[in-house]
């Protein structure tokens, strides 16, 4: 049975850095896609950032050229390396794979 169990979240200033992780366990196979998601306050939940095996990362506009999505095999590991941050990033990240969610980390973006 996979388990999603993101970390990293927390309040940051504008113009900062936050890296979320997202640590899988059970069998995925070598074949997969992994998303971010983020739900703002009063807002649906919205793609981020999208990881298929052997394919480009996409990203959602809004954060393209800010966003970093990564994964470390060896540890299960998928990343979310989030630079220059905006309050409008603000929410409830989740990441997901196959119907599996995570439970989600807050980040805050505010000065």
């Known amino acids: 049975q996979v388990q999603l169990v993101e970390s990293g979240g927390g309040l940051v200033h504008p113009g900062g850095s936050l890296k979320l992780a997202c640590a899988v366990s059970?069998?995925?196979?070598?074949?997969?896609?992994l998303t971010w998601y983020r739900q703002a306050p009063g807002k649906e939940r919205e793609l981020v950032a999208l990881?298929?095996?052997?394919?480009?990362?996409h990203y959602a506009d809004s954060v393209k050229g800010r966003f970093t999505i990564s994964g470390d095999n060896t540890n299960n590991i998928a990343y979310l390396q989030m630079d220059s941050l905006k309050p409008e990033d603000t929410g409830v990240y989740y990441c997901?794979?196959?119907?599996?969610w995570g439970q989600g980390t807050q980040v805050t973006v505010a000065s």
């Open positions: 997901h794979v196959y119907d599996v």
């Open positions: 990881w298929e095996t052997k394919e480009i990362p």
């Open positions: 059970g069998s995925i196979g070598s074949v997969y896609i």
